[in-house]
């Protein structure tokens, strides 16, 4: 599900807190979206940890933040049962930024490119609630709920500030 559609002042506000990482931007992003899952889906998010998707580190390093955790983390927070936040996936590798691909290509370019992580000292949680800030094609949110299952997950359900299209 998303909050909104990734166009107009959404999508404009969506490119600054990813392009240009404002803390406060990123985390009233993931507090409306958090709010607005919790309205959604209220029993599943009662239950659900908070999983971010994980950023290229390339990326990462180059905007200086992991702007998919601090939604993510403050989704966790907003929701009518505040949840905790885990980083229950791992990119294994470097991939071409998603944007840059048609979508008959997007699928392909995500092939193996994460892995279910297992917390401290448990396993991958049962139900999860998987965070992203847009969601255009829906590879890469279908490419971590397939890491999530396959590592032990049995629901996983995604969430988005912004959908394209």
Not at 51 to 64: I, T
Not at 77 to 95: D, E, F, I, K
Not at 129 to 137: E, I, P, R
Request: hydrophobic share 45%; glycine share 8%.
């Amino acid at each position: 599900m998303a909050w909104g559609a990734y166009r107009g002042p959404l999508g404009r506000l969506v490119r600054a807190a990813k392009y240009r990482p404002s803390t406060a931007l990123l985390r009233s992003l993931g507090a409306r979206l958090g709010a607005h899952a919790g309205a959604c889906w209220p029993a599943f998010c009662r239950t659900a940890a908070v999983v971010p998707v994980p950023p290229d580190a390339g990326r990462q390093r180059r905007r200086g933040v992991d702007h998919t955790a601090l939604l993510a983390a403050s989704v966790a927070a907003a929701l009518p049962h505040p949840r905790p936040m885990l980083r229950a996936l791992r990119r294994n590798r470097a991939t071409r930024p998603q944007s840059l691909l048609p979508s008959a290509r997007r699928e392909a370019n995500l092939l193996g490119a994460f892995d279910a992580r297992v917390p401290l000292g448990g396993r991958v949680p049962t139900r999860i609630l998987l965070v992203d800030d847009v969601s255009t094609s829906g590879a890469t949110l279908r490419a971590c709920r397939a890491a999530l299952l396959a590592g032990g997950a049995a629901e996983v359900r995604a969430a988005v500030v912004a959908r394209a299209r």
